[in-house]
């Protein structure tokens, strides 16, 4: 057995351990339902309203938007900065690093894990939306066979973004104990800047310009604006080089920072 197959048959394994976990705590996937419901409509209430008072954003648009902003931060989020940290304030981040494997793999098979679970949760949802939404001629979505394909990969990508974003913030935790600032700051700056609580359309042209520049749109936004289809195809391949790059930059710095946090490691809470 090659490594690549040993990995697939441990990230398998891991994924199985996940489904059972969770499906047994069936209260929670109510409570994930509500929470769903309660953002989507507060979100699209707060930018209808704004849209009326722009002539250049669309309340179709709005709506169309974050429904599939919802639909996609359910496969693009990471979750490493949850367990993450706890395992290396409690000490079980030693048990990790003496695995026959990267611990990484376990981080990516429970991060996968849990976004399949939540978008197979909210999928349901997501089609009675886009049924009321053509109803009331609030949706702009074709669903073209080229701009879904485009925008998967675009969502393998945003992914990986998270994923090695969140891995090495959660390093963080090595230096400083007291996370929970730190996590939340993190929180809200992704979501801020990858267009889930502030759409980029609704941007002057100088503010767009930022946003694209930094790691987080292609997170979340640049794969629902490809989906969409309101970006051009320049704007399309520019998005791919620039979250590409920021997928070989982030990685790299992922690789120092743990280099460099592994020697730092006490294995403290053991």
Known sequence: MNTRQKNNKILNRILSMYFSKELVYREQLLVWII????????????WVASSKLSDSVSQSYVVSYYLLIMLVSKLTTDYTLEFGVRDIIYGRFSNLLIKPYNYLIEYLGTNIGGNILRFLIFLPGFILGVYFAQKYNLWIVDFNPYNIFLGIIAIIIGFLISFILGNTVSLIAIYIKEMDSIRTFYYNVASLLSGEFLPIVFLPMWGAFVLHLFPFRYTLSFPVEVIIGNINDYEIRLGFMISIIWLFVLFFSYKTVYSLSK????AEGI
């Open 35 to 46: 929470a769903d419901v309660i953002k989507i409509v507060g979100l699209c209430f707060v």
């Open 263 to 266: 020697k730092k490691y006490e």
